[in-house]
């Protein structure tokens, strides 16, 4: 019997592993491995031997079994930031029910869609993945609000707070998990990912930031992160949107045109099926038709430019990642009505509220009063200033962490 159909047998349950299984199981991953590398979009980040995207700030010896991309995907998994996104608010907080998305969960539904879009266009799928678990590493608590209350409170000391720009402060700087230095030592390319997947910088305005090619649009495996976070959450928003109770699948459909085509073609397949099932096939069918949208849209763009090397995506002025003209105009129909029906509703504007009330009285606090800050932070208000410091120190906190020091902080000054 040759080796192969041995494995055939083990794959369909008929043996049990053995020795040569797994050794020719794990020669036949390495076979895959080049492969996929070989099958590389001519347009993808190589990630290869002398690619310049694989430089670190310090050397890092070379692993065998895994590529530079793979490693920062572990280097991120485990940093403690990305932990505490399971304790930060995504749209609802947990404290109304442990079924909704956390910026963890979130962030995972990312990372599948942007490996899967990845995957279908031959890009980097390792950079891909690294840049979507990395995507959101630098939100505050309470989601957006907590952002927008941090943003004001660093507004008035002629500052400004912006996730992605924190996001690289995390990785650079606040990690310190190695003995030889600071931050988790990333790539280049993930680097680079972290602050441009969502929007453009200049150099005149963000001079700090010149070594990662302000002048150049980012490869397609960056690019493709804000739509694969946008077709997340424009899914995991209405099925939270309905978990909670705010919103209502038969108002959904009669307001969400892309999702109540979806809707129709479900209850068509499964006639008499309960709506609480179909809803959430349309969710899943609403999902697929957005990144196949985003996966043909990307690669008709690329072909149109007459693009075959990374360079050609790099010095393209607009962005190749993007949505088809129809599926851009029914996610911006259904952005519209996330914000009308569901993000500013009285129920969720009062969390807001509390988010605004909680950030503000403790950046206030710290402001007044530096010498109650950690002794961490010391040596930062230093090189930074106390501004920056106290909203580093709150950007960091979970949901739960923040509430606690908000409390202590109130009977203290109560005493
Ligand atoms: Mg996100």
Known sequence: MFISD???????????PNATHIQTGLSL???ELQRTGGSLHLCAVSGGEGDPLLARVYPAPLRASRTSFQRDRERIVQARAFRRLAGKTQVFTSRASDHFRSRLTHTMEVAQIARATASALGLNEDLAESLALVHDIGHPPFGHAGERALDRCLQRHGRRFDHNLHALRIVEHFEQRYAAHRGLNLTLG????????????STDQH????????NQSPPLEAQ?????????????????GVESGLLEIAHICDHVEILARCYRIVA???????????????????????????????????????????????NHPERLAVFSPQAEAERLQEKRYLYDTLYTCRELE?????????VTSLFNYWIEDPAELPAAYF???????LARTVADYIAGMTDSFILLQYAQIKRTVRR
């Open 6 to 16: 041995s494995l055939e047998e083990f794959r369909e349950g008929k043996t049990l």
């Open 29 to 31: 991953v390495n076979q």
């Open 190 to 201: 993930v680097r680079e990912g972290i602050i441009k997947h969502s929007r453009d910088y």
């Open 207 to 214: 001079p700090d930031l010149s070594p990662y090619f302000l």
């Open 224 to 240: 493709i992160i804000d739509l694969a976070d946008e077709i997340a959450y424009l899914t995991a928003d209405l099925d939270d």
């Open 268 to 314: 068509k397949q499964h006639a008499g099926v309960d709506q609480k099932y179909l809803f959430n096939e349309a969710l899943q069918l609403m999902q697929n038709t957005l990144t196949d949208d985003l996966i043909e849209t990307t690669r008709a763009n690329t072909r149109a430019i007459g693009a075959n090397c990374l360079e050609d995506i790099r």
């Open 350 to 358: 009062n969390e807001h509220d509390k988010a605004e009330e909680v």
């Open 379 to 385: 040596e930062e208000v230093q090189t930074e200033g």
